[in-house]
């Protein structure tokens, strides 16, 4: 009787394992629209690379604007992410910890540049920090010191439309976090602020981190509230989404070569954080 | 008995106390919380260890919460080491970083961020010891739980056994008036549960203030404890040592607890009728109302009624199950009583849930002591 037994045993061992069969079965209804839309996102894309003129790349990418335009964008990024950080850590953690009226209003408040039209936020700034503005009129009178169309306006813009990514993911990373590890502090003699330096801020690192990743990105590619309130200044507050802007009204190669430059430095950054930070799949 | 005269203005200590020497911590800990309320009088003296026993929701994590200072008392009284730390009915609050405390937890939760020696060296950290100092007491303190080697780890390299005693001496190496101890034992597998339960007995003898031991583990409390505090739902509902308290459960969490049958009843001389109806004939001579507790071993199992034998009474088998070496049996009759049979006795009697059979149990193997009585030590 060993025979037959080993006749119906081999079969079922050589069958493929079920996880393979069910890909059979992925329905059309399913399939049909995720193809679509994987096409629709990479395929404006891949026209990028097409249309690139790669023979005369290198001497375009050489032009001293691209250099000065992408060396504003990362140096404004890089700075308003710095200012979303210094202030934007702390408004998490008020949300986050600390049970005050008012919490869900406040909370409401800090998505709102999320949602509202970049333009729209670059005339909000404009009407508090220009030069007739509530607070930039005192600035200009007190100090001599004028934001709107210069590189710290840009800086201000990229930090406005920004900073609700930062205070989401931080949030929601200190919302995850145990707090428990804080009373254990507490128990061992630590007070709310060595807490928060030596105990907080080390645990959630990982979502700091990855808020200040998605606000980098946010700030290099933020267009509407920049050109409203910073204006388009060559070398002053032109940056690369605006350089490409103005560059496809006079020479669409030149705002192609612009365009793959933002898309290799995003792509990248994105890339090289990503395993680190973001989680792989 | 009278407060402590050390102590002027603290409340007199609870009756029952169980000695009038200077206790460390001094607190009557009274948390209301909707429905639960709290009021657990409480004194330890230095180098004891008591532990508090009770089942899940008694209010053993409440009571460690308000020692700690990470929930306040919202009546009530806690002193520690002369230091009034929480009156809420004068208005006085010290937060939990200002206390004299140390807190093993549950799950140690030690900083995953930290090696092993520096989260031992938090805490001599913040009471203002330089780096170096820091990190010194650390490393003796890890010396003496027999993980200098250990010392460069983060918590996620080290056992369950290890964090334990890294949890252990981050606690202690703050030199605190009370140790806190959450279930100390309880994320251990068996075996590692051995071998620290036993270091654990030796670091709490050399430690020289006061521990409370929260466990719902009889024997954790046993090894480790020289007094036992039982709460149910929020109240004492026996204290003393722990040979008392094993001998005469008084509630019958607690006769579960150490695994006697408990009943109450009314004694006349040698007999006391049971609450279900039921005439015992006791060893010990009582009056009025009393406890009685004996063994499931001390109950033997017929299938005929046994002559002679004055406490009989039949039985109805409503559960069997694995005990040790022998089958516990399940009960059911005048009085719910659980019996172990060898299983030598078992193959004979065939017991099945649903079979009823005869049950006895020989006076001079039961104990009976007053009910009435204030649970004491």
Aim: hydrophobic fraction near 45%.
């Amino acid at each position: 009787m060993s025979r037959p037994d080993l006749v119906t045993v081999t079969p079922a061992r050589s069958a493929p394992p079920p996880q393979s069969r069910r890909t059979g079965r992925i329905p059309v209804a399913l399939l049909l629209p995720a193809a679509l839309g994987l096409v629709f996102l990479v395929l404006p894309l891949a026209g990028l690379l097409i249309r690139t003129p790669w023979s005369t790349l290198p001497q375009r990418l050489t032009e001293p604007g691209v250099l000065t335009a992408l060396r504003l964008s990362v140096q404004a990024a890089t700075l308003a992410t710095l200012l979303c950080l210094v202030l934007g850590v702390p408004l998490a953690w008020l949300l986050a910890r600390i049970d005050f009226p008012g919490r869900r209003l406040v909370r409401a408040l800090v998505t709102v540049p999320l949602v509202l039209p970049p333009v729209v936020g670059g005339v909000a700034l404009l009407l508090v920090f220009g030069r007739r503005g509530i607070l930039g009129g005192w600035l200009d009178s007190a100090f001599g010191f004028t934001l709107p169309f210069t590189t710290a306006g840009v800086v201000l813009a990229e930090a406005f439309v920004a900073m609700p990514f930062l205070v989401i993911a931080v949030e929601g990373a200190l919302r995850g976090a145990d707090v428990r590890y804080e009373e254990a502090a507490a128990t061992l003699g630590a007070g709310r602020w060595t807490t928060f330096t030596h105990v907080t801020l080390p645990l959630v690192a990982p979502g700091i981190a990855a808020g200040a990743v998605l606000c980098w990105a946010r700030a290099l590619g933020e267009f509407g509230a920049t050109i409203t309130f910073a204006g388009n200044f060559p070398g002053r507050t032109q940056t690369m989404p605006l350089a490409v802007y103005l560059a496809l009204e006079t020479d669409l190669e030149a705002a192609i070569v612009l365009s793959l430059v933002l898309l290799t430095v995003s792509v990248a950054i994105l890339a090289s954080l990503r395993d680190r930070w973001l989680g792989s799949s | 008995m009278t407060g402590d005269p050390n102590c002027p203005g603290v409340d007199p200590s609870p009756p029952g106390d169980p000695s009038p020497g200077p206790a460390v911590l001094d607190a009557h800990l009274v948390v209301d919380r909707g429905t639960f309320r709290l009021d657990l009088p409480l004194t330890i003296r230095p180098g004891e260890v008591v532990a508090l026993l009770g089942p899940n929701g008694a209010g053993k994590t409440t009571a460690l919460r308000a020692l700690a200072g990470l929930l306040s008392l919202t009546g009530g009284h806690l002193s520690l080491a002369g230091r009034h730390l929480d009156h809420p009915g004068r208005r006085i609050w010290t937060p939990t970083e200002q206390r004299p405390i140390g807190v093993v937890f549950q799950d140690y939760l030690l900083f995953p961020h930290l090696t092993a020696l520096d989260n031992v060296a938090f805490g001599p950290r913040r009471q203002g010891l330089d780096r170096q100092r820091a990190r010194q007491r650390a490393a003796d303190w890890l010396t003496r739980v027999g993980l200098a080697e250990q010392a460069r780890r983060r918590p996620r390299h080290l056992s369950g056994g290890q964090a334990q005693r890294v949890a252990l001496a981050r606690a202690l190496a703050v030199e605190p008036a009370l140790l806190l101890l959450d279930e100390p034992l309880a994320a251990l597998d068996a075996r590692t549960r051995l071998d620290t339960r036993a270091q654990l007995q030796r670091h709490l003898a050399d430690h020289p203030g006061a521990t409370l031991l929260v466990t719902h583990d009889l024997i954790d409390a046993v090894v480790l404890a020289d007094r036992l505090v039982v709460i149910e739902q929020g109240r004492v509902v026996q204290m003393g040592d722990v040979a008392t308290v094993t001998a005469q459960p008084r509630t019958d969490y607690v006769a579960r607890l150490v695994g006697l049958n408990l009943h109450r009843g009314r004694a006349d001389g040698h007999r006391v009728l049971l609450a279900g109806g039921l005439h015992l004939v006791t060893g010990d001579r009582h009056e009025g109302e009393v406890l009685v507790a004996f063994a499931p071993s001390a109950v033997a199992l017929h299938s005929v009624r046994p002559d002679g034998s004055p406490n009989s009474w039949p039985a109805t088998i409503t559960g069997v199950h694995r005990h040790g070496d022998n089958l516990r049996v399940q009960l059911d009759g005048p009085v719910t009583v659980a019996a172990d049979v060898t299983p030598g006795a078992a193959a004979q009697l065939r017991p099945a849930p649903g079979r009823t059979l005869w049950a006895a149990v020989e006076a001079a193997e039961t104990r009976v002591y007053p009910a009435s009585a204030v649970p004491t030590g």
